[in-house]
Structure formats: C-alpha cells, structure tokens
C-alpha cells in the first residue's frame, strides 16, 4: 500500500470520526433537555495554575466522559433494550477511540431499532477502524438502501472498493455518484475529485 492511498484511509477515518462527534453532540443534547439536573463544571483558563487537589486542564473533561459512559453502561445493564444508552455508550466509546468496545452497543442498538442511519454510520467507523472492511461496506450498503444520496456512505465505499476490494471501477461509480449528489462539502468534492483523478 503506498503512502496516498494510506492517507486516504487516514482521511476517510477522519470524516467517520467527525459524523462520530456530530451523532454524540446530539446525543448528548437529548441526554442534556431530558436531565436538566446537570451540573457543568467550568474550565480553567490556560493561565490558571492547578491548586494542590484539583485536576489539571482536560482531566475533567475526560472525567466527565468516563461518567458519562459509566451512565450509560448502567442504563444498559438496568434496560438492555435502551436504544438512547446504547447509542450513547457506543458513540463515547468511538469518541474514545475504543472500536472494539464501540461496536457491540451499536450492534444492540442496530439490531433494536434498525435503519437508523446514524447507527450505521457508527458501526461503518467502528468495523473500518478494525480493519473489518466486510462488514464496514455492508453497513454503508445498508445506508444506501435507505438514503440512496447519502454522499458519506458512497464515498467510504468508494474508499474501500479501491483500496481494500482492489476493485476500481466499482470505485470510480461511487466516487462520481458522489460529485453528482453533493453540493455543500466542498472537503468531500475535492476528495472525490482527487480520487477520480488518480
């Protein structure tokens, strides 16, 4: 593999991880509007030192996080079938980076409330992350049943038919099906069109 086509991946991820967050943001929005209780912590200003008992600057946050999927994990284990925890659980941990750990809530959550596109796209960052490309392209197969436009899911395709199924002219079809149907990101347009010129 050369290093423009390990970019490439490197890139593909980074667009997964970026739907990643936007799902977790909204998510976490949701979780905020149905628990108003909430406490938010503020954050230390670079110039501020740290006192004797208190954590440095970004060690809440990830204290936070892992409170959160503490949360999560006992909303599951109190209700397996929870749709909202499982999703939630499953995006920290692509948050986190934790693929593994990250595909069997969304598997759960796929299997309880099936075609949520957000879910998929979830899963599809998880599974080409553990270099699962199978199962990845199965789940942004399953996307385009549903939302045949959906540029991201054909562009990973794209990615993966040309990179990881050595089939390029099955690639290409996806990579133009995207410049066809997108028509706001431009990171995406200029992706494709790299793609296509190579």
Same mark, same amino acid.
């Given at each position: 593999?050369?290093?423009?086509? &390990? =970019?490439?991946?490197?890139?593909? %991820?980074? !667009?997964?991880?970026? +739907? *990643?967050?936007?799902?977790?943001?909204?998510?976490?929005?949701?979780?905020?509007?149905?628990?108003?209780?909430?406490?938010?912590?503020?954050?230390?200003?670079?110039?501020?030192?740290?006192?004797?008992?208190?954590?440095?600057?970004?060690?809440?946050?990830?204290?936070?996080?892992?409170?959160?999927?503490?949360?999560?994990?006992?909303? &599951? =284990?109190?209700?397996?079938?929870? %749709?909202? !925890?499982?999703?939630? +659980? *499953?995006?920290?941990?692509?948050?986190?980076?934790?693929?593994?750990?990250?595909?069997?809530?969304?598997?759960?959550?796929?299997?309880?409330?099936?075609?949520?596109?957000?879910?998929?796209?979830?899963?599809?960052?998880?599974?080409?992350?553990?270099?699962?490309?199978?199962?990845?392209?199965?789940?942004y197969d399953e996307i385009l049943e549903i939302a045949p436009d959906d540029t991201l899911a054909l562009f990973n395709l794209g990615v993966i038919f040309k990179y990881y199924f050595d089939k390029p002219d099955q690639a290409r079809a996806y990579f133009e099906k995207v410049l066809t149907l997108e028509r706001e990101d431009s990171e995406m347009i200029k992706l494709a069109k790299q793609?296509?010129?190579?």
């Open positions: 593999m050369t290093a423009s086509n &390990v =970019e490439l991946g490197r890139k593909a %991820v980074i !667009a997964m991880v970026f +739907l *990643g967050v936007a799902a977790m943001f909204v998510a976490s929005f949701v979780y905020r509007l149905n628990n108003p209780n909430l406490f938010v912590a503020s954050r230390q200003t670079p110039n501020q030192e740290v006192s004797p008992g208190t954590m440095p600057p970004g060690m809440e946050q990830m204290g936070g996080n892992m409170a959160r999927i503490r949360d999560y994990m006992a909303q &599951v =284990e109190a209700n397996p079938d929870d %749709v909202d !925890a499982l999703i939630g +659980l *499953g995006n920290s941990f692509l948050m986190m980076r934790a693929w593994e750990r990250a595909v069997a809530p969304l598997d759960r959550a796929n299997e309880l409330r099936p075609g949520d596109i957000e879910v998929l796209k979830g899963i599809g960052i998880a599974r080409f992350s553990l270099e699962d490309y199978i199962k990845a392209s199965a789940a793609e296509l010129e190579k």
